[in-house]
Nanobody
Framework: QVQLAESGGGLAQAGESLELSCAAS????????MGWYRQNPGKERELVAT???????SYADSVKGRFNIVRDNAKVTVVLQMDALKMEDTAVYYC??????????????WGQGTQVTVSP
């Protein structure tokens, strides 16, 4: 079992910055991709940013140039730095991790979610 503990988030005004952190614990071996997704009520969960253990990053087009994802492989933590926030960034943000096991099996792990609200 892998537990993902999120922190950060909260309320910000448009144009401001927030930072989300996620720390993995438990059986944290072979965790490759970590990242963040977000979701609003009635909508599908969407990818925000991911980073592999090798440092390869991927971002949603809507956040490119504003968000930055960094990772500490030793501590198995991932941080999402969010700058120039927009109202449309308002959502519940979920930490995400992919654990690669034997025989090609992959397991997805999710955090409980943290609310980010951006006001005008």
């Amino acid at each position: 079992q892998v537990q993902l503990a999120e922190s950060g988030g909260g309320l910000a005004q448009a144009g401001e910055s927030l930072e989300l952190s996620c720390a993995a614990s438990g059986s944290i071996f072979s965790i490759n991709v970590m990242g963040w997704y977000r979701q609003n009520p009635g909508k599908e969960r969407e990818l925000v940013a991911t980073i592999s253990s090798a440092g390869r990053r991927s971002y949603a087009d809507s956040v490119k140039g504003r968000f930055n994802i960094v990772r500490d492989n030793a501590k198995v933590t991932v941080v999402l730095q969010m700058d120039a926030l927009k109202m449309e960034d308002t959502a519940v943000y979920y930490c995400y991790a992919v654990q690669e096991l034997a025989y090609g099996r992959k397991v997805d792990w999710w955090g409980q979610g943290t609310q980010v609200t951006v006001s005008p």
